[in-house]
T-cell receptor, first 111, second 113 residues
Framework: GEDVEQSLFLSVREGDSSVINCTYT??????LYWYKQEPGAGLQLLTY?????DMKQDQRLTVLLNKKDKHLSLRIADTQTGDSAIYFC???????????FGKGTTLSVSS | DVKVTQSSRYLVKRTGEKVFLECVQD?????MFWYRQDPGLGLRLIYF???????EKGDIPEGYSVSREKKERFSLILESASTNQTSMYLC????????????FGPGTRLTVL
């Protein structure tokens, strides 16, 4: 079945760049997503990329998509302590009826 | 602003009890979802619904049922709660148009003793 994989933890220092990586098995998703979950809260959409694009930039966030390798990454420039959260990669299932989420990467930012 | 509310933030129940978790949306979105979130396992889809009285099983429907009598309300039911259903439960909604962005509620942390 469809699968989305991401590493579980990432630790960076304040001011550094963070790169969170994700690989997926099914390439039929029209959009690919990054969600952020802050402690004690539900998930919020952070950004998404259309599957025909290679890159999308939104202020400190850069999303890179390599369709050939089925690899999606999220880069956060100048990482702040407020960026500490769990980040989920998500793609649509084959039927287009639901999203499949990775297990989430916990980003820890130290000052 | 999209609003997805869940009936409780924290709930403690005993083994064997019937448990209702409610999710209400104010956006008139067609699709509604129930996930459970567990450490190291991420989000797993329990059930979803794309219309009133319609429901589809997700990846882990065993031990759960759902009800959608009105478009804005989607209920998750644990017929006989067990300790392995202790988890964070998240409700989400999405629309059929455009990117299938999902909007999430704040979650209900359920503890079954």
């Amino acid at each position: 079945g469809e699968d989305v994989e991401q590493s579980l933890f990432l630790s960076v220092r304040e001011g550094d760049s963070s790169v969170i990586n994700c690989t997926y098995t099914d390439s039929s998703s029209t959009y690919l997503y990054w969600y952020k979950q802050e402690p004690g809260a539900g998930l919020q959409l952070l950004t998404y990329i259309f599957s025909n694009m290679d890159m999308k930039q939104d202020q400190r966030l850069t999303v890179l998509l390599n369709k050939k390798d089925k690899h999606l990454s999220l880069r956060i420039a100048d990482t702040q302590t407020g960026d500490s959260a769990i980040y989920f990669c998500a793609v649509s299932n084959q039927a287009g009826t639901a999203l499949i989420f990775g297990k989430g990467t916990t980003l820890s930012v130290s000052s | 602003d999209v609003k997805v509310t869940q009936s409780s933030r924290y709930l403690v129940k005993r083994t064997g009890e019937k448990v209702f978790l409610e999710c209400v949306q104010d956006m008139d979105h067609e699709n509604m979802f129930w996930y459970r979130q567990d450490p190291g396992l991420g989000l797993r889809l329990i059930y979803f619904s794309y219309d009133v009285k319609m429901k589809e099983k997700g990846d882990i429907p065993e031990g759960y049922s759902v009800s959608r009598e009105k478009k804005e309300r989607f209920s998750l039911i644990l017929e006989s709660a067990s300790t392995n259903q202790t988890s964070m439960y998240l409700c989400a909604i999405s629309t059929l148009a455009g990117p299938d962005e999902q909007f999430f509620g704040p979650g209900t942390r359920l503890t079954v003793l």
